[in-house]
Nanobody
Framework: VQLQASGGGLVQPGGSLKLSCAASGNIFSVNDMGWYRRAPGKQRELVAIITSGSITTYAESVKGRFTVSRDNVKNTVSLQMNSLKPEDTAVYYC?????????????????WGQGTQVTVSS
């Protein structure tokens, strides 16, 4: 199973970006999907999570500005980021709990995508 993220870049304060992440491979089903970020000199933190039933959880710092969504058919998760601030600058990582077939049985495995850089600066 692989998670492929895209959509990072450089944006001015107040601007918008949309991140996308697609899960592919030996997938039986995908449970929670989400986004984390790691800012320079800080630990990785949760940004947003969405369950397979589309229940969402957001970090307080992004509530009202970021929106997480998913497509259960395509196994994708997106993060629409509006009103971006310099403190949103970080490497963003997608994450997913995937029910996948191993050599012995079905197993729930947590996967990480490669990071994508988001820089908010004037």
């Amino acid at each position: 199973v692989q998670l492929q993220a895209s959509g990072g870049g450089l944006v001015q304060p107040g601007g918008s970006l949309k991140l996308s992440c697609a899960a592919s491979g030996n997938i039986f089903s995908v449970n929670d999907m989400g986004w984390y970020r790691r800012a320079p000199g800080k630990q990785r933190e949760l940004v947003a999570i969405i369950t397979s039933g589309s229940i969402t959880t957001y970090a307080e710092s992004v509530k009202g500005r970021f929106t997480v969504s998913r497509d259960n058919v395509k196994n994708t998760v997106s993060l629409q980021m509006n009103s971006l601030k310099p403190e949103d600058t970080a490497v963003y990582y997608c994450n997913a709990d995937v029910l996948t077939m191993t050599s012995l049985s079905l197993a729930n495995v947590n996967y990480w995508g490669q990071g994508t850089q988001v820089t908010v600066s004037s």
